[in-house]
């Protein structure tokens, strides 16, 4: 199995306001008055990540002091939006005590916006080899997806994870290729930022205008083929749509640097963040937080957990022999003719992940001892057992997502792995 590396980034104020407002006729108000729902909403999105998908490399990106760049190029940036609720103005420095506590990085640098910051770090990370997904509701981070970088939308109201990848943009903006999605927002501008596009262009005229010229620029070279009104507003408002798509435009190359062991998610200061929770009354959150890294915590919970979960039956890819690692077992070998109208890895989606040591191995070994049935293979050298060595173990309990162990050269260190 090849390592994949993997890097979440969260974008912490689309999180922040999204877990606010999503509980805002419902607030969540302490005993001391304090209205906790960002805080909550917050903290409720960074577990969820991290149960869920365990990462080894992880950070949260703010904002801070706005773009210098887009407001210098248009006054009106954001101006649109409201001011920032007091409940979350107080939130953000509580939520970068928790980070500080979890020892999760959170990166800001005055003058950028956490789009550019996660822009820049997804585009090296890539470079390095990594898996990257950007954790963010905002539609914006489409044109940054590519074919190891992702849009993660986290759950809302029972819906579940969305993860993003090239045929999802294509399908939500009309577009053949992700770096089209900064055409369309130019085009149809982004009431959200105060972006203004080509008046009169929605939606459906931009999905028009993206499959017929393919770019802002050739849509503006092509006006003889328009007609009437619309052919009058583009070429009389050509420089707003240009102006619209910078603007848009995420940057890449902002003055950040990835080093992945500086985004190792690593122990946390259980005692404080405890702290942190108990102040704010979050008591379940304290329990969350102590069942995700507390391991005797998960140990007690999976001998608790006697009741045997009924199977579920899964596609399993069997064949001379062997069984597959992610198929489920209990089900009979499939014919060619079957499997010639199955999907494959190449358009299934599928998490395969490298489990590096530290808290990455922790948090797998915990939610490892949690399952009832597992499959695995072990990878060797030879297939003679007796001169064979242990080169890794992969590990599945779960359709189409697998975890596999690198064991490091020479016995002695492996068997330190092991033990």
């Known amino acids: 199995m090849a390592d994949q590396k993997r890097l979440f980034l969260l974008d912490a104020y689309a999180l922040i306001f999204r877990g606010y407002y999503a509980l805002i006729k419902n607030p969540r108000i302490n005993s001391k008055g304090m209205d906790t729902s960002a805080i909550m909403g917050f903290v409720n999105s960074l577990f969820d990540v991290i149960?869920?998908?365990?990462?080894?490399?992880?950070?949260?990106?703010?904002?801070?002091?706005?773009?210098?760049?887009?407001?210098?190029?248009?006054?009106?940036?954001?101006?649109?939006?409201?001011?920032?609720?007091?409940?979350?103005?107080?939130?953000?420095?509580?939520?970068?005590?928790?980070?500080?506590?979890?020892?999760?990085?959170?990166?800001?640098?005055?003058?950028?916006?956490?789009?550019?910051?996660?822009?820049?770090?997804?585009?090296?990370?890539?470079?390095?080899?990594?898996?990257?997904?950007?954790?963010?509701?905002?539609?914006?981070?489409?044109?940054?997806?590519?074919?190891?970088?992702?849009?993660?939308?986290?759950?809302?109201?029972?819906?579940?994870?969305?993860?993003?990848?090239?045929?999802?943009?294509?399908?939500?903006?009309?577009?053949?290729?992700?770096?089209?999605?900064?055409?369309?927002?130019?085009?149809?501008?982004?009431?959200?930022?105060?972006?203004?596009?080509?008046?009169?262009?929605?939606?459906?005229?931009?999905?028009?205008?993206?499959?017929?010229?393919?770019?802002?620029?050739?849509?503006?070279?092509?006006?003889?083929?328009?007609?009437?009104?619309?052919?009058?507003?583009?070429?009389?408002?050509?420089?707003?749509?240009?102006?619209?798509?910078?603007?848009?435009?995420?940057?890449?190359?902002c003055d950040v640097t990835f080093d992945a062991k500086d985004y190792e998610l690593s122990e946390p200061d259980s005692k404080e963040v405890q702290k942190i929770f108990e102040e704010l009354e979050f008591r379940r959150l304290k329990e969350q937080f102590l069942r995700i890294f507390s391991e005797e915590s998960d140990v007690a919970v999976a001998k608790a957990n006697s009741e045997e979960p009924k199977p579920k039956k899964e596609m399993q890819a069997a064949g001379s022999g062997q069984f597959s690692l992610f198929g489920s077992d209990g089900e009979s070998p499939a014919t060619l003719k079957e499997f010639s109208s199955r999907k494959t890895i190449d358009d299934v989606a599928h998490v395969y992940q490298s489990v590096s040591p530290g808290m990455g191995m922790k948090l797998f070994l915990q939610n490892l001892m949690k399952q009832t049935k597992v499959c695995f293979d072990t990878e060797t050298t030879s297939l003679n057992s007796l001169v064979a060595e242990l080169v890794g173990i992969a590990f599945s309990w779960e359709a189409h997502k697998g975890f596999y162990i690198p064991f490091p050269e020479g016995r002695e260190n492996a068997q330190k792995l092991i033990e």
Not at 101 to 112: K, N, R, T
Not at 182 to 204: F, T, W
């Open 51 to 253: 149960k869920r998908e365990k990462p080894d490399h992880l950070a949260v990106c703010f904002d801070k002091d706005g773009s210098a760049e887009r407001t210098e190029l248009f006054a009106e940036y954001k101006a649109n939006r409201l001011e920032t609720p007091d409940a979350i103005r107080v939130a953000i420095p509580i939520i970068q005590d928790i980070l500080k506590a979890m020892h999760i990085p959170c990166i800001e640098v005055s003058g950028l916006e956490a789009d550019d910051i996660i822009g820049t770090l997804a585009k090296q990370a890539e470079k390095e080899g990594y898996k990257v997904y950007m954790v963010t509701p905002d539609k914006d981070f489409g044109q940054l997806v590519s074919e190891n970088i992702f849009m993660y939308r986290p759950s809302r109201m029972g819906n579940g994870v969305e993860i993003w990848g090239i045929p999802e943009i294509q399908t939500r903006f009309g577009v053949e290729r992700p770096e089209q999605v900064i055409d369309y927002l130019g085009m149809m501008g982004d009431a959200s930022d105060n972006i203004p596009g080509l008046p009169g262009v929605g939606d459906k005229t931009a999905k028009k205008f993206i499959a017929e010229f393919g770019t802002l620029e050739g849509l503006l070279a092509n006006t003889d083929k328009l007609k009437g009104k619309m052919k009058e507003k583009v070429e009389e408002n050509a420089e707003l749509g240009r102006l619209s798509r910078k603007l848009a435009t995420i940057c890449v190359t």
